[in-house]
């Protein structure tokens, strides 16, 4: 206990709140891998509230000096913090009977008397990196403990515990991340309701805050919920800090995730402004963040200027390289077929992105190339009065019947000319 005594008495004297947040993480340092069980077994549930009062006031363990309530709260926030440690070692003993449950809730104290310190007993806002850990941790723990019930035969279900999203899962079975969410709901509503100076205000937490939410609202498949987070930002970003001064990482999350927001409700222009924000401003050798912000911005720049990606800019994510390629090339050459068939070949993997109906929409554009390559080979026609030749303005429709028959041919069935007129007049519209 004593190395948490000392990291949290020069913590508060060189006033470095990531520092401190490290003295209330549930993982251990790599450089220390017995932080944690150290911590732990330096006392006992009998002991522990005097040893750590001790600690963290006694003067002559520190030259700290907190007011009553505020140096309560520290202590009861490590009393708290003790005893999730012990649920923690446990259910790591156990591996497989782990009781993630027990951990989430345990972890949930930390989190209501960490908040309590701010709402009541004067934390001071350069403190507020130990909020991140602690909703951080929060969802990670509630996503676990709903894993471990979905995987407990009581329950009837037998599964393999992966954290993957699942399009239509069972809703009642995240019970604990949604009481996550409205967790991480109370930090984001104790830092935007802060009106103390922008200096010393709660507000710097806000981007990490609202992260952590679109993230567990995705998890949730509750993405509607994200709008009245957006709603809030937006009402108070006249009492905020400018965006530029935030942490660049708490940007780029946001902006990732804001953009996606926008995608998913059909403003590709919002999507694909915020989605580029983000991606200028991904470090450069975050290539898996890379990746996932342009698995929704190439789609975008698709819709909105009928752009391909080039192999040099997805030659660095192989993934992508082979979801998108096939793509690319049957739009370029307006293989209508060959489309159909690299859609079918990703479909499980663009409808667990939610690209799937935004890539369809591509077919238009593999349409209007073979169109074009129609007026292309229609050549040219004496212009009047013997003057320059001109490209043929008139062209048959049975040359267009032909170049749709002969794209779509893979799939066996006969396009009709009716049809294809259609089309080519919603093609003329578009």
């Known amino acids: 206990m004593e190395v948490l005594f000392r990291e949290f008495n020069e913590a508060h004297s060189k006033l470095n709140g990531p520092f401190l947040a490290t003295t209330l993480s549930p993982v251990a340092p790599p450089d220390n891998p017995n932080r944690l069980r150290n911590f732990y ?12 009062r001790t600690g963290l006031l006694a003067h002559t363990h520190t030259d700290l000096r907190f007011l009553k309530s505020e140096g309560t709260t520290w202590v009861d926030l490590y009393v708290t913090y003790w005893k999730a440690v012990g649920e923690i070692l446990d259910a790591e003993s156990m591996r497989n009977e782990a009781n993630w449950p027990k951990v989430y809730e345990a972890w949930k104290e930390v989190a209501n008397v960490l908040i309590r310190g701010y709402s009541s007993a004067g934390f001071q806002a ?26 407990s035969p009581q329950d009837g279900v037998f599964g393999s515990g992966t954290f993957q999203d699942d399009i239509v899962g069972d809703y009642s079975k995240n019970e604990r991340l949604e009481d996550a969410a409205r967790m991480i709901n109370r930090i984001f509503t104790l830092c935007i309701s802060d009106r103390a100076p922008i200096e010393d205000s709660r507000k710097w937490g806000l981007y990490y805050t609202t992260n952590l939410l679109f993230k567990t609202y995705f998890k949730l498949h509750k993405i509607g919920l994200c709008k009245n987070i957006i709603r809030a930002l937006s009402a108070s970003q006249f009492d ?13 999350t946001f902006k990732y995730y804001l953009g996606v927001i926008y995608f998913l409700d059909d403003n590709y222009l919002e999507a694909e402004k915020n989605l580029t924000d983000a991606l200028n401003q991904c470090h450069r050798e975050a290539f898996r963040n890379k990746e996932l912000i342009l698995t ?16 040099t800019l997805l030659r660095p994510f192989p993934r992508l390289l082979n979801l998108f390629t096939p793509l690319c090339i049957c739009i370029r050459s307006g293989n209508l077929s060959g489309f159909d068939a690299a859609l079918a070949a990703g479909e499980d993997e663009f409808v667990r992105r939610r690209i799937y109906l935004t890539l369809e929409r591509g077919r238009d554009i593999a349409l209007r190339n073979l169109l074009r390559k129609v007026f292309i080979a229609g050549g ?8 320059e030749k001109i490209r043929r303005t008139r062209i048959p429709l049975d040359e267009f019947v032909a170049a749709v028959r002969l794209g779509s041919s893979a799939d066996g069935n006969r396009v009709e000319s009716d049809e294809v007129e259609c089309l080519l007049a919603n093609m003329i519209y578009k």
């Open 41 to 52: 077994h330096g006392s006992s549930q009998f002991s522990v509230g005097a040893d750590i």
């Open 126 to 151: 350069w403190t507020v990196p130990c909020l991140y850990v602690i909703g951080q941790y929060l969802r990670i723990f509630a996503i676990r403990a709903d894993a471990s019930m979905k995987s």
């Open 240 to 252: 905020m800090p400018p965006m530029d001064a935030f942490p660049k990482s708490h940007i780029v």
């Open 296 to 311: 929704y911005l190439i789609p975008c720049h698709l819709l909105t200027t009928h752009t391909l990606p080039s192999r």
């Open 380 to 387: 040219y026609e004496e212009g009047k009065d013997g003057g």
